[in-house]
């Protein structure tokens, strides 16, 4: 995780470029490379992964969510955002790529099984016939 001391010199970079090249420049070169804006987010969460890897994941679920088996729905200026890095946040292991809503769902249930076991049975219990 970076300490306080790294955000410090980040920010200090951060804005010696604002100053030399200006805003507009910032936000042309994050146009120009989602990839390593999207590789530093994760390694900001203490996440270590390679754009490449993301990719073949990507791939290998082909193109859908790890749980849902859907494509993401949720959009950010007319486009899908990219599929969320699902993680153990104990060891930052990768376990997926998810969809907001499942993100967002097992997020709820804090990673917990036997809260998630109880979910299940309790949809299961209280179906509406």
């Known amino acids: 995780m970076p300490t306080d001391a790294d955000r410090l010199k980040d920010r200090l970079r951060a804005a010696r470029y604002r100053a030399k090249h200006g805003n507009h420049r910032i936000k042309e070169w994050k146009a120009e490379n989602p990839d390593r804006i999207f590789i530093s987010s994760m390694k900001k969460q203490g996440i270590d992964c390679t754009w490449e890897k993301l990719q073949q994941m990507l791939e290998q679920q082909g193109g859908v969510c790890a749980i849902c088996h859907k494509p993401e729905t949720t959009m950010r200026q007319g486009q899908p955002i990219q599929m969320s890095v699902d993680h153990n946040h104990a060891t930052g292991q990768v376990r997926g790529l ?32």
């Open 98 to 129: 998810l969809c907001q809503k499942c993100n967002h769902a097992i997020g709820l249930f804090d990673d917990d099984l036997a809260l998630l076991r109880n979910a299940i049975f309790y949809l299961e219990t209280n179906r509406c016939r």
